[in-house]
């Protein structure tokens, strides 16, 4: 796959179903190369997840840990059809960054209109940088407008290694192709991530790596490859 110098979409035992310390994370992410690590926890709404406090209290943890340099983040569920997410307003100035997407504890799918209707509101919303695994067909999208719409708000949307493994998920492999596909033709970047729940588990893209090589996917669409790519989406019209 080449240099991997990201990987940010990645939880600690603070959100209750993972098992790693940050220390952990921070130590593994170190011995396999990488430049950049993002550690996000879940926000209320997904049973055993830390409370507001916890990212409240993120400033008194150093950017760089053990030499690396961290960021830390909050994944935020969407609610509803409207786009209505679960995170409130205060903690936004509290974390670096903001992952968003569908959680079925959380959220009721609808049809493909409601579902699409929902991923394209919260990409609107300014201060959410990632959709994260758009792709279990329980939720059908329309690609192509989700797709658009992430270009126009300069949005990453993120092909998620452990979805593609889930045998609870509906054809998750052949909805990331169908989106990759349509983000190559419209020429919108992505991002890959491991969601890594225990520290062996970061930068592990293993049932990513075939299929962007079976559709010929383009590096250049692929932020984890450049630290500064990435970091132009983080808050991105804030």
């Known amino acids: 796959m080449g ?8 939880h600690t035992i603070a959100s209750g179903h993972s098992y790693s310390s940050m220390n952990e994370m921070v130590n593994e992410a170190k011995a396999k190369g990488l430049q950049l690590l993002g550690m996000v926890e879940h926000d209320v709404g997904i049973p055993g997840t830390c409370d507001p406090i916890y990212f409240k209290n993120y400033h008194v943890i150093p950017r760089v840990f053990n030499g690396l340099k961290i960021i830390l983040g909050i994944e935020v569920n969407i609610l509803d059809y409207d786009g209505k997410l679960s995170i409130s307003d205060d903690l936004y100035q509290c974390v670096d960054y903001c992952m968003a997407g569908i959680h079925f ?14 991923v394209i509101e ?12 758009p792709d279990d067909g329980y939720c059908p ?3 192509e407008k989700v797709v658009l719409a ?5 949005t990453l949307l993120e092909v998620n290694n452990n979805a593609l ?3 609870s998920r509906l054809n998750s492999r052949e909805n990331v192709i169908e989106m990759l596909q349509l983000c190559k033709k419209h020429q919108v970047k992505i991002i890959l991530g491991s969601d890594a729940h225990i520290h062996f588990d970061i930068m ?3 049932h990513i790596e075939g ?9 250049e669409l692929i932020v984890n490859y450049d630290v500064d790519e990435f970091l132009k989406y983080i808050d991105k019209k804030v």
């Open 204 to 206: 592990n893209f293993d």
């Open 141 to 143: 999208l329309d690609y």
């Open 150 to 154: 992430a270009k126009k708000y300069h």
């Open 105 to 118: 504890h959380c959220y009721k799918p609808g049809s493909i209109e409601q579902n699409t209707n929902a």
């Open 211 to 219: 299929i962007l090589e079976e559709i010929d996917f383009p590096k």
């Open 3 to 10: 240099k991997i110098e990201l990987d940010v979409h990645t």
């Open 122 to 133: 919260t990409i609107k919303n300014p201060h959410i940088s990632v959709i994260v695994h």
């Open 165 to 167: 493994r889930s045998s």
